[in-house]
């Protein structure tokens, strides 16, 4: 499975709840389903070591881009909408691209 695919699948499974344990909750379940499957192309598929630590690497990044969604969906609920770098209101966005 793409970076990205997982990335989306995640966010969009966080976001659709709206309490820290919730979502939480959500990427645990996300983390538990992926880890089968990658286990799955592992053992029974019998993927390379490259594909299988490929995946392991893309789920971190998804799990961790989740993350960083949720704290700043919180943070912004606590202390407003953050600033761009240029003084303009609306999200920062990062660097990473897979």
């Known amino acids: 499975m793409a970076r990205q695919a997982l990335v989306d699948d995640i966010t969009a499974e966080v976001l659709l709840w709206n309490t820290m344990p919730r979502c ?25 070591l490259k594909t299988v630590t490929k995946q392991i690497s893309f789920l971190s990044d998804a799990i961790l881009e989740a993350a960083l969604h949720a704290a700043g969906r919180k943070i912004g609920a606590q202390r407003g909408t953050p600033m761009t770098p240029e003084g303009r209101a609306g ?8």
């Open 24 to 48: 939480c909750e959500r990427s645990d379940d996300f983390k538990r389903r992926e880890t089968l499957r990658i286990a799955y192309g592992d053992i029974i598929r019998e993927q390379s």
């Open 91 to 98: 999200p920062i966005h990062h660097s990473g691209d897979g």
